[in-house]
């Protein structure tokens, strides 16, 4: 299927890591399927895997495992 953003590429299914920042909290979801543009990038996610993210992350459920990041300031 053609890309909505480009019209220049094809969206792909893939495997990708979702990033949301919550308050003062960084959540990642990995595995998550998407269609991306092979051209510019853009995800798209479907109806029913949106769903899916916000019951996992507002119900908060237990995660898969914890990760350490650093934080920079631009300024």
């Known amino acids: 299927m053609s890309c909505d953003v480009c019209f220049a590429g094809e969206r792909r299914p893939q495997l990708i890591r979702y ?14 399927p998407a269609e991306v543009c092979d051209r ?8 029913e895997v949106v769903e899916r993210l916000q019951q996992t992350v507002w ?4 995660p898969a495992r ?3 990041t650093p934080v920079y300031e631009f300024a």
């Open 40 to 47: 510019c990038g853009e995800v798209t996610l479907s109806p």
């Open 59 to 62: 119900q908060q459920e237990p």
């Open 19 to 32: 990033s949301l920042s919550m308050a003062d909290r960084l959540v990642l979801v990995d595995h998550v």
């Open 66 to 68: 914890f990760i350490e």
